[in-house]
C-alpha cells in the first residue's frame, strides 16, 4: 500500500511540475562598465531561458556590442561578444517576479583595426594586452526584476556585478604590476522584454 502511494505521489508531483514549466525568449540591451578602463559599453542580444518550475530559472545570455572601446582615447577592441549562462531564483507575486542571479561565461574582445602606441617594457600596460583578441572568463552576481505585461509577454530587468579576468602580467591604469591575472568588478545594467511558449 504505501509503494502504491510513493508511485501515486511521484507521478501527481512530475505531471505537476511539467505544467509548471516554461520557456521564454527575448531580447535586450544592455550597458556594461569594466573596471579598468573609463567609458560604458553599450549593446544588444538575446536570451532564452528555462523554467524547471515558477521559482527557478535556468538562462543563456548572448550580447554583442558593436563599438569601438573605450571610446575615449584610443580603443583596444572593435567589438565585444559575451555569453553568460546561469541561474535565477526567484518567487512570482502576481504579475512580478523579484529574482537573485548568478552566472558565468565569457566575454571575447577583437582587437582593433587601428594601430595604438605601446611601450617596450615589462610588463605591458593593460590596454596594449587588451588590443590582441582576448576571451576574458566571465561571472555574474546580482538580481532583477521580471514584470509580466500579459500572459504570453513580460519585461525584464537585470542589474548586476560583472566580474571579468583580465590577463597578467600587466600593468594597470593606476601603475600597479599584475604579475598574474586579476579580477575587476563593475556595473551590468540590462533592460529586455520576451515571450513565453
Known amino acids: 500500500m504505501f509503494q ?6 511521484f507521478v501527481l508531483i512530475l505531471s505537476s511540475s511539467a505544467r509548471a514549466q516554461s520557456l521564454e525568449a527575448g531580447g535586450h540591451v544592455v550597458t556594461s562598465q569594466w573596471s579598468e578602463f573609463d567609458g560604458a559599453d553599450l549593446g544588444f542580444g538575446g536570451r532564452f531561458t528555462f523554467k524547471p518550475t515558477p521559482l527557478i530559472g535556468v538562462d543563456a545570455e ?8 573605450p571610446s575615449e582615447g584610443a580603443p583596444f577592441s572593435d567589438s565585444r561578444f559575451e555569453g553568460l549562462f546561469g541561474v535565477t531564483v526567484g518567487p512570482h507575486i502576481n504579475r512580478i ?7 558565468a561565461g ?7 583595426q587601428e594601430r595604438i602606441i605601446c611601450l617596450a617594457i615589462f610588463p605591458p600596460p593593460l590596454n596594449c594586452v587588451m588590443a590582441a583578441d582576448q576571451t576574458l572568463p566571465a561571472f555574474e552576481f546580482g538580481g532583477g526584476v521580471e514584470v509580466s505585461t500579459t500572459d504570453r509577454s513580460f519585461l525584464r530587468v537585470d542589474v548586476t556585478d560583472r566580474m571579468l579576468e583580465y590577463p597578467g602580467p600587466t600593468l594597470t591604469r593606476d601603475f600597479e604590476v ?10 551590468r545594467f540590462t533592460l529586455g522584454a520576451g515571450f513565453r511558449f
Open 4 to 9: 502504491l502511494a510513493a508511485i501515486v505521489s
Open 178 to 187: 599584475r604579475d598574474e591575472g586579476f579580477y575587476g568588478h563593475a556595473l
Open 62 to 69: 548572448l550580447s554583442w556590442y558593436p563599438s569601438e572601446f
Open 97 to 103: 517576479r523579484p529574482f537573485a542571479k548568478f552566472a
Open 106 to 112: 565569457f566575454l571575447q574582445t577583437s582587437g582593433t
